[in-house]
């Protein structure tokens, strides 16, 4: 058998926190592997990334995610009981649910509803001295989202329950202050959407069926009994959450529609077909999620290395669609490459890899997708402005990371 290489460090918590989202991809390249090992909060930890690697964490015979997310990140990010921590049968089923609101009318129902937002919030801004506009698309996604979902969110709750929303996404991976604004949030964000299928469930709110919040507060399993209230509350907000963290996705496209300015009449001119392979590239070029996180079910051996049963592993995601292996130039912001690109499942992942139904490939990529090309096709055609001098520097440290300005605009025209 070969030996993971284990690194020198007794612990790498500090080195994971200073490097970031490059904390496995800067030591695979130091010792010219993709796979190795070390402490990670004083718990044993395998770090690999690659096509090969991703094929492996998908495999559920293998792998589980019971257990396998950061106590923290449970507590502000995911919440517990929800659908991320499942495990075979248990996590088909509840899948189920977010794929049924996943279907080609009800995507285009919110990038609708969000293109709505978008022309409402925009005719604001043509009387302001400057937005920042990190801020303002949190909230058309969060309006949207609710609306879409049959969430009720009434005008002056909308700042509100946007920066729960918003606080439990950015203050996920922190500690100290930042970590318990999270969590107090999430706190309020739960007893906000508890309060909404309790309502449901007793009749005192009418929603259409085809939306999330019924979806999740009518469910009956095979026995015919309701999802546990906290379980729902959790998984409707595995709906609104990441649909307002798709922000920083539309916030990153509009960093490079900036810092690459040719491509906006590559955009016009190149219609549907360009805006999905400058979207796919925005997606793999700019960091969202650094690494994806299981455990071993059972012991095994792979490509020569031994896997110890119940150990914690990390799929490198941010490496992984980094990796000059598999990407030509890596470090250059080419959207030409994915009209080259076969769609595997493994080799690009910014939102996890695998199949939608069976693994924990995220449900709401195709909705990513979707309100990130609408966004684009307004940005593009339907706004004018200008980008003041501002810091648009992106740490690789900070998880999750943005423009250290937020993206501000001024001089803000509606086309």
């Known amino acids: 058998m070969k030996e993971i290489k284990r690194l020198p460090a007794i612990d790498s918590t500090l080195a994971l926190a200073f490097d970031g989202y490059e904390f496995i991809s800067k030591r695979c390249a130091r010792y010219q592997t993709d796979i190795f090992q070390t402490r990670i909060t004083l718990e044993n930890t395998i770090c690999f990334r690659g096509e090969e690697a991703a094929k492996l964490f998908y495999d559920t015979n293998k792998f589980s995610r019971k257990d396998a997310a950061p106590k923290r990140v449970k507590e502000t990010l995911l919440g517990e009981g929800g659908v991320q921590g499942l495990d075979g049968e248990a996590h088909r089923q509840r899948k189920q649910i977010f794929m049924q609101l996943m279907t080609p009318e009800r995507l285009t129902?919110?990038?609708?509803?969000?293109?709505?937002?978008?022309?409402?919030?925009?005719?604001?801004?043509?009387?302001?001295s400057h937005v920042i506009l990190f801020d303002e698309v949190e909230e058309i996604l969060c309006r949207a989202v609710c609306e879409w979902s049959g969430v009720p969110l009434e005008?002056?709750?909308?700042?509100?329950?946007?920066?729960?929303?918003?606080?439990?996404?950015?203050?996920a991976g922190r500690i100290g202050p930042a970590h318990w604004r999270a969590k107090q949030a999430r706190n309020q964000a739960e007893q906000w959407i508890s309060s909404v299928i309790e309502k449901i469930r007793t009749h005192q709110l009418e929603v259409p069926q085809q939306t999330a919040a019924y979806a999740f507060a009518c469910?009956?399993?095979?026995?015919?009994?309701?999802?546990?209230?906290?379980?729902?509350?959790?998984?409707?907000?595995?709906?609104l959450r990441p649909t307002v963290a798709?922000?920083?996705?539309?916030?990153?496209?509009?960093?490079?529609?900036?810092q690459h300015p040719e491509e906006r009449s590559r955009i016009r001119d190149g219609g549907s077909d360009y805006i999905h392979l400058f979207t796919q590239e925005v997606r793999r070029f700019y960091p969202f999620f650094p690494f994806?996180?299981?455990?071993?079910r059972k012991e095994f051996d792979w490509q020569g290395y031994h896997f110890p049963a119940g150990i914690r592993v990390l799929l490198d995601l941010y490496g992984t669609n980094h990796d000059p292996d598999l990407w030509e130039r890596p470090d250059e912001f080419r959207p030409e490459r994915f009209s080259r690109w076969t769609e595997n499942h493994f080799d690009f992942i910014p939102q996890g890899g695998g199949n939608y139904d069976t693994n924990h490939r995220c449900a709401g990529e195709w909705l990513t997708i979707q309100l990130m090309e609408r966004s684009l096709k307004f940005l593009v055609n339907h706004l004018t402005y200008r980008v003041p001098p501002q810091n648009l520097?992106?740490?690789?440290?900070?998880?999750?990371?943005?423009?250290k300005s937020h993206f501000r605009i001024a001089e803000v025209g509606l086309l």
Do not use: C
């Open 219 to 239: 469910y009956k399993n095979s026995a015919g009994e309701p999802m546990d209230i906290h379980a729902a509350t959790v998984d409707l907000l595995n709906v």
């Open 393 to 403: 520097d992106v740490s690789l440290t900070l998880i999750p990371t943005l423009p």
């Open 292 to 296: 994806a996180s299981a455990r071993t």
């Open 109 to 128: 129902a919110l990038a609708d509803l969000t293109e709505q937002q978008w022309r409402t919030y925009a005719r604001g801004w043509e009387n302001r």
């Open 155 to 171: 005008h002056k709750e909308v700042a509100q329950h946007t920066r729960e929303l918003s606080r439990m996404i950015s203050g």
């Open 246 to 258: 798709i922000g920083r996705y539309i916030i990153f496209a509009a960093l490079a529609l900036h």
